[in-house]
């Protein structure tokens, strides 16, 4: 068993890592909360495997659990989601000695994050990640929220709504890796690779050396890429939880991967976006001289080599791109914060002039490669 333990303002939390752990989970959650009342929140991908497996030992460890399946769609994950976990809170009788479990994905996880920081004004909250991409990535460091509709551009606002509610506990068991379609392993292996264009090298190199099989979906020798990337995201939570410094880091990929997530007819998972988004932003890196072409070029291969997208499937006008961008919350006064691959990790920049951005755009369009 891997233990991390993550300082956070609303109490230090513990990340568990271990195969074979969901039906083991009754005493670490009742050493987080002594309620033994919860809304357990599940993706329905996985009300009747790893819910399951969660529900069934929790109850009979003395547990009143209110099950709550979720849809786990990008466009359901808005205000409605969490106003039917508060329903599910209310008709349970869920108070502020209990608590809110999540078993499933980002979208589940995020959602039921955000239910638990405003329920009765904050309650606690389990994280139980099962894809790769909430394993190392969404489950940690407590961002919460939902896509909200932003009528001038008739597309959802990505994660606008939500707030920072840090989890009481995470439980990462790769076992549950086992049902998970192989195009979302991929877009966890997005979230990785990030973390090890930011801040690890050795991370590079065990993704280069695993990726024929993890890109395959063979997930034997997926434990250490985990514990090394969460490793990553723990430290930059624990420096800058309110995302004011260095988080902002973790954004890598993510202002360009927004402005396309939302396009249907690009039909890309948000790992795959993400993959988009790194290469317009290695790409904008090297216009300005912040990496070698060369390092533009091992970002890309990186990315290709785990088997995800690196250029757009269509044509999409850059004007309207640059559009979507300006809407990313992370913009400040108008302008873009974008972050980009700079030396041997990442830096924040505000003053990337749009001619550059637009240039960035230009490098993914799929007549560019
Ligand atoms: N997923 C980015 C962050 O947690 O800040």
Redesign the pocket.
Known sequence: MTCMQVAASRGPYDIVIERDLLGRCGPMIAAVNSGRRAVLVEDEAVSATHAEVVAAHLQSQGWTLSRHPLRAEEHLKQMAAVEGIWAAAAAAGVDRGDLIIAVGGGIVGDVAGFAAATWLRGIDVVQVPTTLLSMV??S??G?TGVNVPLADVGQLGKNMAGAFWSPNLVLVDADALGTLPVREVRSGLAECAKHAVIGDRALESLLLSEAEALAAGRLDGVDPVIEQAIAV?RA??QQDER?SGA?ML??LG?TFGHAIEPIESLDLTHGEAVSIGMVAASACAAGLNLITREREASIRTLLASLGLPVCLQHTVPVDHLLAAMRHDKKAVAGQLRLVLPSGDGAVVRDDVPMERVASAWHAVQPDAV
Do not use: C
């Open positions: 990535d969404a940690i460091g961002k995201k930059v939570v995302e988080r973790l954004n993510h």
